[in-house]
């Protein structure tokens, strides 16, 4: 059974950094895609970056500041967040597309916090 295992989310400051990892256990798979997302309480969830086969692709207030990353090695993704605003406040998820010998997955990390104050 293939599970999405966060980690890497805490309290910074604006203008701090934090690097989230999204490592995938299991066997026999492999990372079709990948995603980060953000939630809020009682809002959607919405995409903060993916990567699909080496191409990566940014929400508007990441784009410049986030950096997806896949190490596929590992089965580990990674979220670099650098200059983190207060506006970046919210709980984290991984999902990802995985594809097994007999289908393909959709899965969901756990989530993880994210909070930036000063």
């Known amino acids: 059974q293939v599970q999405l295992v966060e980690s890497g989310g805490g309290s910074v400051q604006p203008g701090g950094s934090l690097r989230l990892s999204c490592a995938a256990s299991?066997?026999?798979?492999?990372?079709?895609?990948l995603g980060w997302y953000r939630q809020g309480s009682g809002k959607q969830r919405d995409l903060v970056a993916i990567i699909v086969t080496g191409l990566t692709k940014y929400a508007d207030s990441a784009a410049g500041r986030f950096t997806i990353s896949l190490d596929s090695d590992k089965n580990t993704a990674y979220l670099q967040m650098n200059n983190l605003k207060a506006d970046d406040t919210d709980v984290y998820y991984c999902g990802a597309q995985i594809t097994t010998d007999l289908s393909t997955l959709e899965l969901w990390g756990q989530g993880t916090q994210v909070t930036v104050s000063s």
């Open positions: 299991g066997s026999d798979f492999s990372i079709s895609a």
